[in-house]
C-alpha cells in the first residue's frame, strides 16, 4: 500500500534548544563551589586553593555546553534531534508513529514558564524521547498533535494496542 503523494512539502514547525534552565541546580552548586574555593584561599593566604575552582567552572562550563549543542527540530512530517559536543548523534521519529504526547511542568520549571514534552512512539529505535525545557511547550505540543493527526491520515495509519 503506498501512501497518496498529495501531501504539500515538509515545512519547519519549531527549531531550538532546551534553556539552559536545566542547568540552574548546577550552577548554583558550582557558583557555591567556586565561591567556597576563592574564601577558602583568602583565609588561608593560600592561592593554589583558588586554582581549584577551575574544576568546579569547567564542569559548570561543560553541562551548559551539552545543553548548547542540542538542537531540535520539528517539521510537518518529523522530529529531528541532534547532540553532542566532540560526537554527534543524530535521530529521527516521524510523526505518523507517534502514540502519545504528555506535558510534564515541574515546579521550578514552571516558575520561568518551561516544560518537558514526553513523546511516545511506535518507533523501534526511538519509543521514547523528551523535548526538555521548552518554551510554551503547550502550544508546540498542540500543534504536534495537529500534525500526528494529519500524517495518520495521510498515510492512512491507525494505531492498535493489544492487551494480554
Known amino acids: ?16 534548544s532546551p534553556s539552559q534552565w536545566l542547568n540552574f541546580s548546577t550552577f548554583i552548586a558550582c557558583g557555591v563551589s567556586i565561591a567556597a574555593l576563592v574564601a577558602g584561599a583568602a583565609l588561608w593566604s593560600q592561592p593554589l586553593i583558588a586554582a581549584f ?24 512530517e518529523r522530529i529531528s534531534t541532534r547532540t553532542g559536543v566532540f560526537t554527534r548523534a543524530r535521530w529521527d521519529m516521524e510523526l ?3 502514540k502519545d504526547t504528555t506535558l510534564h511542568e515541574p515546579f521550578l520549571l514552571r516558575l520561568v514558564k518551561l516544560a518537558n514534552i514526553s513523546i511516545e512512539s511506535s518507533d523501534k529505535t526511538t519509543q521514547q524521547m523528551v523535548l526538555p525545557g521548552i518554551r510554551d511547550a503547550e502550544s508546540l505540543r498542540q ?9 495518520r491520515t495521510a498515510k492512512r495509519v491507525r494505531e492498535l494496542d493489544f492487551e494480554a
Open 96 to 98: 505518523y508513529r507517534v
Open 143 to 151: 500543534k504536534l498533535r495537529a500534525n500526528i493527526e494529519r500524517m
Open 53 to 76: 575552582a577551575l574544576i568546579p567552572a569547567a564542569y559548570a562550563f561543560w553541562k551548559w555546553l551539552t545543553v548548547k549543542c542540542i538542537r531540535i527540530d520539528i517539521t510537518t
Open 1 to 16: 500500500m503506498t501512501a497518496p503523494q498529495n501531501l504539500p512539502p515538509e515545512s519547519p514547525v519549531w527549531s531550538g
